[in-house]
């Protein structure tokens, strides 16, 4: 039996599946929210619609394989007619943080492509200001402890990403360090002021991307726009 966050969590990807038409190129992102609108997906392929993925992660791509769900990939699209995909926090501007799975830079990729972006979220990740969720930053595994330390200068003690004992290697094979700033006021300047340090790759925050907002809660699903 799915815990009640897992519900809301199952319906707002179920209800992002309803969006899909017959002959989309679909930015599939990451998450356990994007699981449930995935397998809808599974489901509207069986079906007979014409659609082809972009997966966003390694985990998408081996959900696809299981949903039976077609990929295709940069060399063969020049746009994506719409992406759906997960957050860990969304504030009342729609601005974003993501990466809690490790995936922001693939996601970013694949969710600036898209023509359209909606997000798909339990209640619990609504915020007024973004920051209680610690920002994930991807860097370059070379002279980490040198990015971390120029990241605290900006306000913020960074951790390093483990996962199991050993530090946590994205899809990319970089490093994640999780970023505990208490309120970020202005998400636009700290993406910037983080981006211009040598050895980020890229920063958890998503801004002005998302165009709506499936949030999964008591009462079924909240449109956000
Ligand atoms: O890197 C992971 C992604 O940004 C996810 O979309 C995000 O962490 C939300 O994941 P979930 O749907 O599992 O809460």
Redesign the pocket.
């Known amino acids: 039996m799915l815990k009640e966050i897992d519900t809301y969590?199952k319906i707002s990807g179920e209800r992002a599946a309803e969006f899909i038409e017959d002959g989309m190129i679909i930015g599939l992102?990451?998450?356990?929210?994007?699981y449930w609108m995935m397998k809808r997906l599974g489901d509207l392929v069986a079906k007979g619609f014409k659609i082809q993925g972009v997966p966003s992660s390694n985990r998408t791509e081996r959900w696809a394989e299981e949903f039976g769900i077609p990929l295709t990939d940069f060399g063969s699209v020049q746009s994506i007619d719409l992406a759906i995909?997960?957050?860990?926090e969304i504030d009342n501007r729609l601005n974003l943080i993501?990466?809690?799975?490790?995936?922001?830079v693939r996601?970013k990729i694949v969710d600036a492509l898209a023509d359209k972006l909606i997000i798909i979220?339990d209640e619990s990740k609504m915020v007024t200001t973004l920051g209680n969720f610690p920002l994930p930053v991807e860097v370059v595994p070379f002279g980490w402890e040198v990015t971390a330390r120029n990241i605290t200068q900006l306000g913020c003690t960074p951790t390093i990403r483990q996962k199991n004992g050993e530090i946590f290697v994205s899809d990319n094979g970089n490093y994640i360090l999780d970023c505990q700033f208490s309120d970020i006021s202005n998400p636009k300047q700290l993406h910037s002021s983080l981006k211009s340090l040598v050895g980020v790759v890229e920063t958890?925050l998503f801004i002005d991307m998302a165009e709506l907002v499936i949030v999964g809660c008591n009462e079924g699903v909240s449109i956000v726009k």
């Not at 993501?98 to 922001?104: H, R």
């Open positions: 969590k992102g990451s998450g356990s929210t994007v995909d997960g957050a860990d993501k990466g809690g799975g490790g995936s922001l996601e979220a958890g």
